[in-house]
């Protein structure tokens, strides 16, 4: 498959009172088409800016500050953030969901404007014909009796019935990536494995290509073909997601898989912490930035700049020096 | 009646705790919303039950009908053997004294303009379980010590305190007073993944260290239930469904909820991941408002026959500590 989106060295930085925030400091990753990653990462590694940088939706105070975005092979960071290139790609051929699917959906408008609007906007269509593609959009993604939804406000609908109308939002200009970040943090159990599922069998559909961003390991073992591993706006590790759980390489990744419990753990398993917090992303040192917490920290990480990746065989690549 | 036994700390029997919903000018109550329908189950000392479910399922109610910070509709509740629905509001402190709760969110549910000390110290003023000041400080020092936090921290305010250390702040409160039993109400899904581990071993060491103390653990996470109880109740729209021990409830899930709520969870391992069955529930959760006849579940089973919607199935027997409230089974 070939690559669809490819991003080198992206820098996002925030400049606050107390300094600036490292809050994506030169992530490298690929995209390929029809392919499903996840980046993975606790809450302040930098997943969810990245993606909006991607997007380019980052508002002052944070700034892009440098990097390249490579998608059908032009730069997207030499586009104006709301120049009429980067409108025309932002929610027609690189689509977001967000977590909240109550923030997200804006409150004074019926479901069939918000959805008809993106159509009408991106694709030229006639008020007609995007009413006829929003109804087909609703039933796509399991919502009874479409047409007379059309009409309702966001609040009539569940949680989990807004996330679905935000899929199909997502998904009506055929995008050819779809960024889903935490899309089901906020909704229940059998709710998330609905939609979970449904979003992979529209992506297989529509040909798309898909980054779930979370923090649940178990849904990128689930559905991510190759994951990225972040901590404090880095990638420590990037593999596929067969080699990631057999042979985790990094410290963290490492503590990770030790910490969380599992639904089919043994009696009597221990959790394993990782000790200390996640650091502070000002002025943050340049060397690795889980030295403090590292289990298997040597001299040199105190010493020498953070490590780039690396690759160990296969597609597997890691930022650490206790793999030299 | 019979008394309930020794060893049990918790004996809720038959539970209901109706919510009316009024409408209209003059206030007409015009239904209830059944947020718990009787629910039944027993906590021994020193045992952790688990209470898992999805949202509007009851478990926070039933956490706050045994706090007495609801007056259940029917049912009984046992604590320590005595009947606390049925006793005099001053003595309905003296409960609050054992039964401790820990909440789900460590920004909301501590003061910010209270300093760390006075929030784990308050309920040894409140319950008046402390003598003299130096008694206070001691008792307060050592709390902190307990949950891993710093006694010369207790002069600062929560916002200098991480989500981590904050919760840790909310056990050292709940355990000021020592008490026999903590509600935990989602007490970690508020945290990242690295420091929830921290929360849950430290629940876990707490009770290995002080003997005889039991908690109702009330989450939706499945995997951390089953991680840190004894048993499990797994409830759905205002009933327990299924209650087991937590080896045979990932092993032999019988009640169809069940195995979807288990199946629904995804495991940290693709190669398992691979190959396990899934089941994917159609719609969402009716509204305790309105519910199905029957069996409030079926109209999403999977294994559902006409009889399910006739009537309301019992918890069954069905081996040993293992009762299911399905017909199929």
Redo the contacts between chains.
């Keep these: 498959m070939s690559t669809l989106l490819e991003v080198k060295n992206l820098a996002t930085q925030f400049n606050t009172e107390g300094g600036v925030v490292k809050a994506v400091d030169g992530i490298s990753y690929h995209l390929d088409e029809q392919e499903i990653i996840g980046l993975v990462g606790?809450?302040g590694c930098g997943k969810s800016v990245s993606q909006l940088s991607v997007m380019q939706l980052i508002s002052s105070p944070g700034r892009i500050v440098g990097g390249e975005i490579i998608f059908e092979g032009q730069n997207l960071l030499q586009f104006e953030a709301n120049g009429p290139e980067m409108r025309s790609i932002r929610g027609a051929k690189i689509a977001m969901i967000f977590q909240e699917p109550m923030t997200s959906l804006n409150p004074v408008l019926t479901i069939g404007r918000q959805l008809t609007e993106t159509l009408e906007l991106h694709l030229g269509m006639s008020q007609e014909a995007s009413r006829e593609r929003a109804i087909e959009l609703l039933r796509l993604v399991g919502i009874p009796s479409a047409e007379e939804r059309l009409e309702d406000y966001p609040h009539h609908f569940?949680g989990?019935?807004r996330q679905r109308v935000m899929i199909a939002m997502g998904l009506s200009c055929n995008p050819k990536i779809l960024i889903a970040d935490e899309p089901t943090t906020a909704l229940?159990?059998?709710?998330?494995?609905?939609l979970l599922?449904m979003m992979k069998d529209m992506v297989e559909q529509f040909r798309a290509s898909l980054v779930i961003v979370t923090?649940?390991?178990?849904?990128v073992?689930?559905y991510a073909q190759r994951i990225y591993i972040m901590y404090a706006g880095r990638i420590v590790e990037a593999g596929t997601?067969?080699d990631i759980?057999?042979k985790p390489l990094h410290p963290y990744t490492i503590?990770?898989?030790k910490?969380?419990?599992?639904?089919?753990?043994e009696?009597g398993?221990?959790?394993?912490?990782?000790d200390g917090?996640?650091p502070n992303l000002i002025n943050m040192p340049s060397t690795c930035a889980f030295v403090p917490r590292c289990a298997y920290k040597s001299e040199r990480c105190l010493q020498e700049p953070w490590p780039p990746l690396r690759h160990m065989g296969n597609q597997h690549y890691v930022g650490c020096f206790s793999n030299d | 009646m019979n008394r309930p036994l020794d060893d049990h700390i918790l004996d809720i029997r038959d539970l209901k705790m109706y919510f009316p919903v009024y409408r209209g000018l003059l206030r007409k109550k015009v239904a209830d919303v059944k947020a718990v329908d009787g629910v039944t189950f027993k906590l021994m000392k020193g045992e952790t039950l688990g209470l898992v479910g999805e949202s509007g399922c009851g478990k926070t109610t039933v956490g706050r009908c045994i706090l007495r910070l609801y007056q259940p509709t029917d049912g009984q509740i046992f604590f320590e053997g005595e009947d606390i629905l049925h006793i005099a509001e001053q003595t309905v402190r003296e409960i609050r004294r054992k039964i401790a709760l820990i909440f789900q969110d460590p920004y909301s549910s501590l003061d910010p303009r209270q300093s760390a000390g006075s929030i784990v110290g308050e309920p040894l003023k409140i319950h008046q379980v402390v003598n003299s000041q130096s008694e206070y400080t001691d008792r307060v020092e050592e709390l902190f010590r307990l949950v891993g936090l710093d006694p010369s921290m207790k002069d600062r305010f929560p916002h200098e305190f991480s989500g981590g250390q904050r919760q840790r702040i909310g056990v050292a409160r709940a355990l000021a007073c020592e008490p026999s039993l903590i509600i935990c109400d989602e007490p970690v899904s508020a945290l990242d993944v690295s420091i929830q581990a921290q929360v849950i071993n430290l629940l876990g060491e707490l009770q290995e260290g002080l003997k005889g103390l039991s908690y109702l653990f009330i989450a939706h996470d499945l995997s951390v239930v089953r991680h840190i109880s004894d048993r499990v109740a797994v409830m759905y729209l205002g009933r327990v469904v299924e209650i087991t021990d937590s080896q045979t409830l990932y092993k032999n899930p019988l009640h169809p909820y069940t195995r979807a709520l288990l199946s629904a969870v995804p495991i940290a391992d693709p190669f398992i991941e691979e190959t396990r069955e899934r089941i994917i529930l159609k719609g969402e959760v009716p509204s305790p408002l309105n519910p199905p006849p029957g069996c409030s579940f079926h109209p999403r089973c999977f294994q559902a026959i006409g009889e399910c919607s006739k009537a309301i199935p019992p918890l069954r027997h069905i081996g040993e500590g293992h009762e299911v409230a399905c017909i199929r089974v």
């Design positions: 606790e809450s569940s989990g019935m229940d159990v059998t709710t998330q494995a609905q599922e923090h649940n390991l178990g849904v073992a689930r997601t067969k759980f057999a503590g990770l898989l910490c969380i419990p599992r639904l089919d753990e009696e398993r221990k959790l394993v912490p990782i917090l996640p």
